[in-house]
């Protein structure tokens, strides 16, 4: 091989030159380590969630032009950029010049929370804009359906966005008829409504929609002319880049890269880098040479001849589209038939910054079944070309083609060239279908691609092409239908033949990798009804076809519409007397969008490398049940940059982890009891070499029973967690007895990972003197990280300081394990006498951390006809997993919930927490709340069913209504806000005219159906430990009048800090502007309480108060005696009297405690209240499902902050979403978990938010306990997403009832594709009969 080249790129205007460039180096690492540009943000590294997005622009050389778009930087790798020119989030604008319209907008609308995932929105919004001004609503939702937000709901960052549509400035929504109507037909717009009692009181304004900056083209970085010479001028052969451990040969043209290809057969070709590069950087698959293959441009080539499109291999999917988006628009339908279902399944493939990169080449070469070209362009009778040193061959694209997963029947020297893909003749019909966990942006579980010919003039069938991709490892034709179908009419009974055919042909291995073999067979069949109605309907219009079939069944044939969510929100104004300085009440922007939103805000892992650094990686458990026999590090030492390993014997102190006397190990030391426990860590120079080195750690097992997993197997070994909790209220028991029915029966409801976008993690800085440590950390709880890992070392926690200045995302998940983590480092740090960084990678975060548990409940209730509910005994059991963690409290929160807004005059609870070989569950928004609400939900919705009346009637009669009313617990509470936001909320969802509708929607489609559904929410506030609820601060006003306030809470998207600032401007009556919050840390404000429990503005923002009242104290002598002084004068003033201008505050909140001997007490401070209703409609044949609108009153009292709570409320509601829908860990038969990244768990993408989301404050409302009357809201509204899951099973007992089956039926949470079409029982399912096998294990388990 020659000598390696120069690789040369830009990077935001500046040239980079790299002599030594490395082929494994990706350009996110190379961004933020090398140049130091840290904007750009690792979120699962492996493309799935675009937190990485940075704009690419390269110089076209076929069309002279140069072009811009988004790509995933995780999965770039530099050498591939040679001539490239990149632009980061930094540079586009910055705060210290000027912020970039796109920037601005964001932060302004109240799209960026957290942060973490807003530096990508903002460079795939800043790609559109390059390339197109003034997008489209549309355009905009494309362009984000790569990036996941796992804050907002989307909907703020949508609402920044669409003001640089076009018609947005004549103020139209461009969305088309949300839920309807337009938006401005709707009242939308405005700030303020007249209608009602509530009159001008009330503002739909969340951010002045006049003052934002210009899109000014001139801001943009132009390409780089010298690159465009570079570009013109290319000499040599090829590109060699020669790294530590891999080699990658760039070759500029085809022969070179045959003759490479002949040289060495064995050398993965590359090019977008999208199925090698996540095999390489996650699995650790190793390719000592790489050919890299974007460079040549006859695999870039589009020709369109008489036959249709020749497309390069190496043409990306966008391209593909584009070319093909092209024609569909300027060619006769009849020939564009099939690039019409091919643009079908391109749209909703992928993110567009996969699509920018991956290749066509890629997609089928790459001969993974759940990748879905490959269907529909077989289907579509397309040609490969395909190149060798020995010549041409064309080979057609079909089931042939692939030899087995992953295996094509390409030798290894040849190259795919080009695709013919040809235009549809006159009488052939095609169509594609997928159906994946979510509808966009998830790798399918089936797709197709089905076309028939017909004969001219006829009904019958000259040819049929059928192909599957999901049923088996490989591309599947269901030959002996394709066959047997021919000469056909096509008509009834060729359907039946055609299902009868497909159910012996298509065989689905109940092993199949993936799992699902019963969905996917009967996909494959009702996409093929799909297929017949679609063609019957086409034959019609050309009055060929005598095949009819009813009217009711045409909605079948459309698929569902992405929209761009839209809707109303609502909250009312202060009052006119408050100074306008006084920003306390009003939409203020979150303190740091704008540094969040150029990337100039810093995470853990965005601190620059302290001098000396080492990383540590973790070695977990590969048993879930099993006594370590040893732990072999020797081959991982003589890995390069390897430092040492630790394990529990460097644990200088305690090797454990104490929560309320519960010891968990650190390190497990004899014993490990789930997958993914920490056994120990590599410690190496860097991350790269940690993570090889920690796989060459040898851990020697000896298996040990029993191990299990799921709840049920827990009760079965009775194997339960202390203590148990029961709580009563009447007596249950003898009203049963009463009772004119008895319903027993169950709910399960599966876990949710917190999927925080910034992983975990820490860095723990020995300072050399007197044990004293620092450490940067992403917790929540920054006072229980300082006392564990003073333990852990042996040092007392006045040496420990814990610095955490924000969290990307944190949901309750960055509480617990992270003080472990934090502990584990210091362990290494102390160790080694250097500085140690950890950053978990997202699988790993997945593995080690886990989230929310699963719960069961089982229920016995008795009722009357009416629906009163008159006793009702539930049982809940939690799967806790190996050690208790938050278990027991969370499992306390679930009983203490349980009553939701429900008088239940007999009602028992009882709470058990079941101990299984998992990862140990932990704390997750809601804590229990949003299990425990649900278990009470089913049970209304199954009265109702039983009782045959509206669930939202049932829910009325049985809801708390008496002013002075009681909780099952015995604490008094009023429920007059909870009834008011009920009646506002159906009144505002129109909920009576919408369910006619939905009745009459349901009696007129059969294959689509609707439900809508309400429920309203009680839920308590604080900690039910009461010495929790406390807050403290530290306010510091420095001479020259500025601001520092400090507080024990920690910033992670919610706004605490702004809220802080808020408080302090109004006590100390300064601008917010001279106030300011640095980092929460353990040195200033001790001993603080986590930011948890809904209560973090509530505790914090009254110490906040608290300090501030007694700094005016002290300043109100010299106010008095100089009224006509300035702040800064009055502040000087008291410097020179030597009046401390420093206090702490603090705040000592109500004395929450419950008696569980009685089952009763004063459990939470009090109760945020709500209602929510939801609207959906699912395909009954595919399982899929689509949000169309939700309305949510939400009572949090007078609100601090109305954008900041609106946000709390859409981004909950939104996660909810995901918990009650979507969102499925799957764990193998081993305890193993499968779902470790955005690959394979899906959380809610911007196709998930319900096309309409309206939230409306409630007016008139204040909560006398808390801060300013307002109330705590990080928690209560992810329950609300259960409104989809009982609309849901609404709209499945319509299609079950139309089919003669119950509308009872069994539906666990979460209410996947799969539960959906399954249960949406028929003649399709009946033929996917289930595997009769019954020896086989399955798949996974529900935990
Ligand atoms: C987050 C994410 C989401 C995705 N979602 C989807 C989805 O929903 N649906 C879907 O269909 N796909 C999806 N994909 C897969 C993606 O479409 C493919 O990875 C991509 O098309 C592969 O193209 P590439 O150029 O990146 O391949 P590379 O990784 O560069 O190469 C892939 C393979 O193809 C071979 N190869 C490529 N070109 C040629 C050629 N010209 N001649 C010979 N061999 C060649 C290589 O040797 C290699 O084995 C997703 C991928 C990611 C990372
Ligand atoms: S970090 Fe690159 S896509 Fe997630
Ligand atoms: S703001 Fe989007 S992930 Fe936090």
Redesign the pocket.
């Known amino acids: 091989m020659s000598s390696p080249s120069e690789l040369i790129f830009f990077v935001n205007g500046k040239k980079v030159v790299e002599k030594n460039a490395d082929p494994e180096e990706v350009l996110l690492s190379f961004l933020r380590r090398k140049v130091g540009l840290t904007g750009t943000k690792y979120g699962c590294g492996?493309?799935?969630c675009g937190a990485c997005t940075v704009m690419v622009s390269t110089y076209d050389r076929n069309q002279r032009t140069v072009v811009h778009y988004t790509v995933i930087a995780c999965?770039q790798p530099i050498v591939t950029l040679h001539g490239a020119a990149v632009v980061t989030v930094e540079g586009i604008g910055s705060t210290k010049t000027k912020l970039h319209p796109v920037q601005e907008r964001i932060a302004k609308a109240h799209g960026s929370q957290c942060g973490f995932c807003t530096p990508g929105m903002v460079m795939s919004m800043y790609t559109l804009l390059r390339n197109k001004p003034q997008p489209t609503m549309e355009d905009i939702r494309e362009a984000l359906g790569g990036n996941l937000c796992r804050c907002t709901g989307y909907r703020p960052i949508i609402d920044g966005f669409k003001t640089f549509c076009e018609s947005e400035s004549s103020g139209c929504c461009q969305n088309g008829r949300a839920g309807g109507e337009c938006c401005l037909e709707n009242g939308a717009k405005g700030s303020k409504t007249n209608n009602s009692k509530e009159s001008d009181q009330i503002s739909q304004e969340l951010f002045p929609m006049d003052c934002f900056l210009p899109l000014d083209p001139s801001q943009d970085l132009i390409f780089p002319p010298e690159l465009m010479i570079m570009e013109k001028k290319v000499s040599g052969d090829a590109l060699y880049f020669q790294g530590e451990r891999v080699n990658l040969v760039a070759p500029f043209k085809l022969s070179h890269l045959l003759e490479l290809k002949a040289e060495h057969p064995s050398a993965?070709?590359?090019?977008?880098?999208?199925?090698?590069?996540?095999k390489m950087l996650l699995k650790g698959v190793y390719h000592p040479l790489v050919i890299y293959?974007g460079r040549i441009s006859e695999?870039k080539a589009v020709t369109w001849g008489e036959t249709g499109l020749t497309v390069g291999?190496?043409c990306s999917?966008s391209t593909l589209q584009k070319e093909v988006e092209k024609v569909v628009v300027e060619t006769e339908e009849e020939k564009t038939r099939g690039y019409r279902a091919l643009l079908q399944t391109l749209r909703c493939?992928?993110g567009k910054q996969?699509r920018n990169?991956?290749?066509v080449?890629?997609?089928i070469?790459?001969a993974n079944p759940k990748?879905?070209?490959s269907s529909v362009l077989a289907a579509l009778d397309c040609t490969l070309h395909v190149i060798s040193k020995d010549g041409m061959r064309s080979i057609p694209l079909d089931e042939k083609l692939f030899a087995d997963f992953g295996k094509t029947v390409?030798r290894p020297e040849e190259?795919?060239l080009s695709i013919d893909i040809p235009y549809t003749k006159p009488w052939e019909f095609v169509a594609a279908y997928r159906q994946a966990q979510r509808r966009e942006f998830?790798?399918?579980f089936l797709n197709a691609g089905m076309k028939v010919a017909i004969k001219e003039g006829t009904d019958v069938v000259e040819s049929l092409s059928i192909y599957y991709g999901g049923v088996g490892p490989t591309l599947v034709k269901p030959k002996l239908t394709c066959q047997q179908l021919v000469s056909r009419s096509w008509g009834e009974d060729l359907l039946s033949e055609g299902c009868r055919l497909l159910k012996e042909d298509v065989d689905v291995s109940p092993s199949i990798h993936g799992g699902r073999a019963e969905f996917r067979k009967t996909l494959a069949i009702s996409f093929f009804f799909k297929f017949y109605m679609q063609v019957v309907l086409e034959m019609r219009e050309r009055g060929v076809s005598d095949a009819d079939f009813p009217l009711e069944y045409l909605s079948a044939l459309k698929p569902f519409k992405n929209e761009v969510p839209q809707g109303q929100q609502s909250f009312q104004l202060v009052s006119e007397a408050q100074p306008s300085a006084d920003l306390v009440g009003r939409p203020s922007m979150h303190q740091s969008a704008f540094q969040q939103a150029t990337g100039e805000a810093k995470y853990y892992d965005d601190l620059p490398l302290v001098q000396g650094e080492l990383f540590i990686f973790m070695v977990t458990s590969t048993r879930a049940h099993a006594k370590i026999i040893n732990i072999d590090p020797s081959e991982a030492l003589k890995m390069p940059g390897m430092v040492t390993f630790v394990s529990a014997g460097d644990v200088p102190g305690a090797n454990c982890r104490l929560w309320f006397n519960n010891p968990e190990e650190l390190f497990a030391e004899e014993e490990v009891v789930c997958v993914g426990q920490i056994i120990g860590a590599v410690v190496a120079e860097s991350r790269e070499q940690a993570r090889r080195a920690a796989k060459e750690v040898h851990v020697t097992y000896h298996d040990l029973q029993p191990v299990f997993f799921t709840i049920e197997d827990a009760i079965r070994h009775e194997s339960y967690f202390e203590p148990k909790r029961k709580v009563e209220r009447g007596d249950v028991d003898e009203a049963l007895k009463t009772a004119e029915h008895i319903l027993e029966d169950e709910i399960y409801m599966g876990g949710q990972e917190h999927f925080y976008m910034e992983t975990q993690g820490v860095i723990a800085v020995p300072k050399g003197e007197h044990e004293e440590m620092d450490l940067f950390v992403a917790t929540q709880h920054a006072a229980f990280t300082q006392e564990l890992v003073g333990m852990a070392l042996g040092v007392d926690s006045n040496k420990i300081t814990c610095h955490v200045k924000r969290l990307g995302g944190g949901f309750g998940g960055k509480v617990m394990k992270i003080a472990s983590l934090s502990a584990i480092t210091a362990v290494a740090a102390h160790k080694t006498g250097r500085a140690v960084r950890c950053c978990l990678e997202r699988g790993d975060d997945m593995l080690i951390t886990s989230g929310r548990h699963p719960f069961l409940g089982k229920y016995k209730v008795g009722y009357n006809n009416d629906g009163t509910i008159v006793a009702a005994d539930i049982t809940y059991y939690s799967n806790g997993g190996s050690t208790l963690d938050e278990s027991a409290f969370i499992m306390d929160k679930a009983v203490l919930h349980m009553d939701n807004g429900y008088k239940i005059p007999n009602l028992r609870g009882r709470g058990v927490v079941c101990k299984t070989y998992l990862p140990s569950y932990t704390a997750f928004r809601g804590f229990g709340g949003p299990q425990g609400l649900m278990v009470m939900e089913s049970v209304l919705h199954e009265v109702a069913v039983r009782c045959g009346l509206p669930a939202e009637k049932v829910r009325d009669i049985n809801m708390y209504r008496e002013e002075q009313s009681y909780t099952h617990h015995k604490q008094p509470f009023n429920p007059t806000d909870m009834v008011r936001c009920w009646d506002e909320c159906l009144e505002r969802a129109n909920y009576q005219d919408r369910l006619r509708a939905v009745q009459l929607f349901n009696s007129s489609n059969r294959w689509k159906k609707r439900g809508i559904s309400a429920v309203p929410q009680k839920f308590g506030v604080g900690f039910s430990k009461g010495f929790c609820n406390q807050g403290a601060a530290l306010v510091n006003i420095y001479k020259d009048g500025s601001v520092l306030v400090t507080h024990g809470g920690t910033e992670m998207g919610q706004g605490i800090n702004t809220k802080a600032i808020q408080i302090a401007s109004r006590v100390l009556k300064v601008p917010v502007s001279s106030i300011f919050t640095k980092e929460t840390c353990t040195g200033n404000v001790p001993n603080a309480a986590p930011s948890a429990a809904s209560f973090g503005t509530d505790a914090v923002g009254m110490a906040v108060k608290d300090a501030c009242e007694k700094l005016m104290r002290r300043l109100q002598p010299l106010m008095e005696k100089n009224p006509q002084n300035t702040w800064k004068q009055w502040v000087n003033e008291a410097f020179f009297q030597k009046t401390s201008l420093s206090a702490t505050g603090f705040f000592m909140g109500p004395p929450t405690d419950v008696d569980w001997e009685k089952g009763e007490g004063q459990a939470y401070y009090y109760f945020t209240f709500g209602a929510c209703c939801s609207e959906v409609e699912i395909d009954c044949l595919t399982g899929d499902h689509k949000n169309i609108r939700t309305d949510i009153v939400m009572d949090v009292g007078k609100s601090i902050n109305p954008a900041l709570d609106i946000g709390q409320v859409e981004g909950g509601f939104v996660q909810g979403v995901g918990l009650y829908t979507i969102e499925e860990l799957q764990f193998s038969p081993d305890g193993v978990l499968m779902t470790r990244g955005p690959?394979q768990y899906k959380v809610p993408a911007l196709c998930d938010v319900p096309a309409e989301l309206n939230v409306h404050l409630l007016a008139n409302a204040e909560n006398p306990h808390a801060i300013y009357l307002s109330k705590g809201i990080g928690e209560p509204p992810v329950f609300f997403g259960s409104t989809i899951f009982f609309a849901i099973k609404a709209a499945i007992a319509a299609a079950r009832t139309e089919r003669g089956l119950g509308d009872a039926f069994p539906l666990s949470s979460p209410a996947t594709a799969e539960k959906i079409r399954m249960a949406c029982q028929d003649e399709f399912t009946k033929m996917a009969s289930p595997p009769t096998d019954g020896a086989m294990a399955p798949w996974c388990l529900d935990v």
């Open positions: 492996g493309g799935g999965l993965p070709l590359i090019v977008g880098n999208t199925t090698i590069g996540p293959a695999l291999a190496a999917l493939l992928a996969i990169m991956a290749t080449g890629g997609n070469l790459s990748y879905d070209l390409l190259v795919l998830a790798f399918s690959s």
